[in-house]
């Protein structure tokens, strides 16, 4: 059946019956490329066969267009020939030329007789497709028959290509110029493809697919057929099935096909338009391909008739992909070399021009080696990041031995944005470099960042030594970077024996902001140069600072309590570096952020931000940098109470140089708090005294980094130890760290607590939780609430319990956490409140009547704070919290804390 060809076909069976009648036609039928006009004469010659008309069928090819009477021969070879027209044939109607044109005249006449006389018996249908192929001896022969069949039952049908600029012969222009009936085919509508996708797939062919099908194809049969196979035989020789955005071989075997049916000329055209890609334009293509414009733009036009094209470009970059695979490589790499020295000529861009580079897989000339380092300095994606360093890769290879230093550099800074590992292999001839005195400052310090990346503190330790020796006359900027990416590593900043004689002079140490060594200390000064210097860090010039500074700057803000400047500036770098397409810059703030939001207490944020950040490198290219996330995940799950998830994550393999790192032991601490969820406290005690004694090996012992003290108390606790547990939690209590770190304070406070008696316990839980709300850590917050609900409990404060239990019970469920002691654990069922609907219809309006003070005051009584802890927060007296409580009541049909909506806590949440 022929999908949206049913008029011509209805046209071609009329002309049949006009011929059975007595009436002869003569039908041109004409189409672009591919178009059907094979499958419509095929179909014809079908329908004249059923209706007993003799049909004789033969095809032009262009490797015989003078082979004389070449198509006439296989019109007179057909199997249903009658016997008196093959003597004809074989008495030497194709004879050499040597026989006199009056003899072949008179054969010609002898044969349009035998086929007249033959139209009397039966109708005659004679098919050649291709014409224009034809030798001009038959279409001589056929022109005599064309003259004399009006009155005759004979049919000629005639295919031919839609090519307004290919010349005809003077004997095919006679032919075309009065047809009987001329009938166009053009390519598939819309309709037309969807009715031959249902035909061939069935309740598969979907609106979408029909949809992309028609917008891949431009209405060509022979690439829906290959678009067809692909659907069926997926899933593809690829990626996924056709249908949902990838093609297989057969649509792009149908690509080449297609090409391959017309001349030389269309190919190379193609050809080229694929090479140049969005540089495409007509004088281009002739330029690369040494032709005419007008050359191109003839072949521009059957590409576009065909369906494969729009103006100077392709429909889809499959099509374009097709065609350059059918190009051999030395071919294709001749092509693009010779395309990016035309696009250098012309002043394109440095990023189009390495394209091109990188697919000739060679250095076109000198030129190209001042392009590719443009192209490194201006690469903003991930996609350009990974074409430049493919370009640089390949200058590398083939440059002179004085750039090589250059591109190697250039290189590993490069290749860092997307996969630190990439770099790793240059790494040992830098430091050879480094050996000869042949690295300058921002080198050295890219040696150091990825030896420090990689957990060699060793290998570091000689570029450390020269970077720093070297500021001796130069910026002394570049050493508070090193010692802030020695500091993210390790915890604290490197300290180099002769630092302070390298830094002596007139010029002032360098701004360094180290967390370690302000927190070390009591002082507020310190605390205001800490952040201080953390803002210029973050203030100063994206390209002339290092991504690990920024991280470090970022968490030190967050760390500080300036939570929400932290976050202005994690946006802010992270849509740079999204711009930049730095896929490892990405991945580092992405853990950054997934850090601050566990030290909110917002576990299921912080599992999933860890979770992309983790996806964006491969596991050995995170370096001894992997325990961030990995730390993150497995503390965030365990809180959820997802352990299956935290053991999975705990069984990944990690390089064994993160031991001695801080991700390490944040790492390693994760670890110890799973083993304490799941009921293994001596397996946690052993985990975070390791982790204690590597922190203070490594001089990382810094409660606000690893508080393996409040850990360890935590498993004691566990074991039923409470002296030992206090003992730990005091001793972090005293650090300097505690006296300004909110959180170091309000940890500790909760575990001095726990391990105290009942009496005693309630002054120092309110001080944590004092403490805790300071910090924002809604976590630790809920435990110290619930540990305060059960200390009521004890002392037989039942009302204050459950008023407590039932704040911890919110705070836990905005962290998305289990804590134990919340308020359905001290809520008995006897005991909880039941409300009639019609309470609860009471309660709607008086939550409408309440005033905004009221609501306010209600909200936060909800969540279990005491008068004088909501006139402290609202700045008001406890009188006037007392009379907002009371007309609150009495608005809400309610007469105690405990029954006061759970709508109210929502409303505390919104504000």
């Known amino acids: 059946m022929l999908i949206d060809r049913g008029h011509a076909l209805h046209s071609l069976r009329e002309i049949l019956q006009e011929c059975v009648n007595g009436r002869g036609h003569f039908v041109m039928a004409s189409g672009g490329l591919a178009s059907g006009k094979t499958a419509l004469m095929q179909e014809f010659q079908d329908v004249a066969l059923d209706a007993g008309a003799l049909v004789l069928s033969a095809a032009g090819a262009r490797a015989e267009t003078h082979a004389r009477h070449g198509v006439l021969s296989q019109l007179c070879r057909s199997a249903a020939l009658p016997g008196h027209l093959r003597e004809l044939v074989e008495s030497g109607l194709g004879g050499e030329r040597s026989d006199s044109e009056a003899e072949n005249d008179s054969r010609a006449r002898e044969l349009c007789d035998a086929l007249l006389e033959t139209s009397r018996a039966q109708p005659v249908v004679i098919a050649v497709d291709d014409v224009q192929f034809a030798d001009p001896a038959?279409?001589?022969?056929?022109?005599?028959?064309?003259?004399r069949i009006r009155s005759s039952r004979v049919v000629l049908l005639f295919t031919e290509w839609t090519c307004p600029a290919n010349p005809r012969s003077r004997l095919l222009t006679e032919y075309t110029q009065q047809p009987h009936c001329r009938i166009v085919l053009r390519q598939l509508s819309e309709r037309g493809t969807a009715e031959l996708l249902a035909q061939e797939l069935g309740d598969a062919a979907t609106p979408e697919l029909v949809a992309r099908c028609s917008d891949l194809s431009g209405g060509n049969p022979l690439l829906i057929k290959g678009f067809v196979e692909d659907v069926r035989t997926g899933p593809p020789h690829r990626h996924g099935p056709v249908g949902s955005g990838v093609l297989g071989v057969a649509y792009r075997r149908a690509v080449r096909d297609c090409l391959h049916r017309w001349d030389r000329a269309l190919s190379d055209v193609a050809e080229g338009v694929a090479v140049l890609g969005s540089s495409a334009d007509p004088k281009r293509v002739a330029q690369l391909l040494d032709v005419t414009p007008e050359c191109v733009g003839q072949s521009l036009n059957v590409l576009e008739m065909a369906g494969l094209a729009r103006g100077c470009s392709f429909r889809h970059p499959e099509i374009s992909a097709a065609v350059l695979e059918g190009l051999p490589p030395g071919v294709r790499g001749h092509l693009h070399a010779k395309a990016a020295e035309l696009l250098y000529e012309s002043g394109a861009e440095t990023l189009e021009i390495t394209r091109h580079i990188v697919s000739a897989d060679q250095l076109p000339g000198p030129w190209a080696v001042p392009i590719l380092r443009q192209a490194a300095r201006k690469a903003a994606t991930e996609e350009e990041v990974e074409l430049t360093v493919k370009g640089l890769e390949l200058a590398l290879r083939d440059c002179e031995e004085r750039d090589q230093l250059f591109f190697r550099?250039?290189?590993?800074?490069?290749?860092?944005?997307?996969?630190p590992l990439a770099a790793v292999r240059h790494l040992p001839a830098l430091r050879q470099a480094m050996a000869e005195g042949r690295l300058g400052q921002r080198d050295l310090l890219s040696l150091i960042r990825h030896l420090l990346w990689q957990g060699d503190t060793e290998g570091a330790a000689e570029p450390v030594a020269a970077l720093l020796e070297s500021v001796g006359t130069g910026d002394t900027r570049l050493v508070a970077q090193l010692s802030m990416c020695y500091e993210l590593v390790h915890g604290v900043p490197y300290d180099h024996p002769d630092r302070s004689t390298v830094l002596a002079g007139n010029r002032k140490p360098p701004f360094t902001p180290s967390w370690s060594r302000a927190t070390a200390t009591?002082?507020?000064?310190?605390?205001?140069?800490?952040?201080?210097?953390?803002?210029?860090?973050?203030?100063?010039?994206?390209?002339?600072?290092?991504?690990?500074?920024?991280?470090?700057?970022?968490?030190i803000m967050d760390r500080e309590g300036h939570s929400r400047r932290a976050q202005y500036w994690f946006e802010t770098l992270m849509a740079e570096a999204v711009r930049q397409g730095a896929v490892t810059w990405q991945a580092l703030l992405g853990t950054v952020s997934a850090h601050m939001a566990l030290r909110r207490g917002d576990m299921a944020t912080a599992a999933a931000r860890a979770e992309v950040a983790l996806g964006l490198l491969h596991a050995?290219?995170?370096?001894?940098?992997?325990g961030f996330p990995l730390s993150v995940l497995v503390l965030a799950h365990t809180a959820m109470g997802n352990h299956e998830r935290a053991g999975k994550e705990l069984e990944r393999a990690v390089p064994d140089a993160m031991a001695t790192t801080v991700s390490g032991l944040q790492y390693l601490r994760a670890g110890g708090h799973y083993h304490l969820a799941t009921g293994r406290p001596f397996a946690a005690i052993e985990e975070f005294e390791r982790c204690g004694a590597l922190a203070r090996e490594g001089r990382m012992d810094i409660p606000g980094l690893i508080p393996w003290r409040s850990d360890l108390a935590q498993a004691h606790l566990q074991l039923g130890q409470p002296k030992k547990a206090r003992a730990l939690a005091t001793e972090q209590l005293e650090l300097p760290a505690a006296a300004r770190d909110a959180w170091v304070r309000g940890i500790s406070l909760r575990l001095v607590a726990a391990g105290s008696p009942p009496a005693e316990r309630v002054p120092r839980l309110q001080d944590?939780?004092?403490?805790?709300?300071?910090?924002?850590?809604?976590?630790?917050?809920?435990?110290a609430l619930a540990d305060l609900g059960q200390t009521h409990q004890a002392l037989d404060e039942l009302d204050q319990a459950r008023l407590v239990a039932r704040r911890a019970d919110q705070e836990a469920k905005a962290c998305s956490a289990e804590v134990a002691g919340t308020a359905q654990a001290h809520r008995p069922p006897s005991e909880r409140p039941r409300r009639e609907p019609a309470a609860d219809a009471v309660q709607g309006e008086g939550m409408v009547a309440l005033s905004e003070a009221e609501r306010k005051v209600a909200a936060l009584a909800a969540f279990g704070h005491t008068n004088r802890e909501i006139g402290r927060k609202l700045y008001i007296t406890v009188s006037t919290v007392e009379q907002h409580l009371t007309r609150a009541y009495r608005k809400l049909n309610v007469n105690r804390r405990t029954d006061l909506p759970t709508e109210l806590a929502a409303h505390q949440e919104a504000a």
């Not at 038959?138 to 003259?147: F, I, M, V």
């Not at 050995?620 to 992997?626: A, E, T, Y």
């Open 768 to 783: 944590a939780i004092q403490s805790l709300e300071h910090c924002g850590d809604r976590l630790e917050l809920a435990r």
């Open 409 to 419: 550099t250039e290189l590993v800074e490069v290749a860092w944005r997307v996969n």
């Open 138 to 147: 038959t279409l001589q022969t056929l022109l005599r028959l064309r003259r």
């Open 620 to 626: 050995q290219s995170w370096g001894v940098l992997i």
């Open 522 to 555: 009591r002082s507020q000064n310190a605390r205001n140069e800490l952040m201080h210097s953390a803002e210029r860090i973050l203030q100063g010039q994206i390209s002339d600072t290092v991504p690990e500074a920024s991280a470090l700057a970022i968490l």
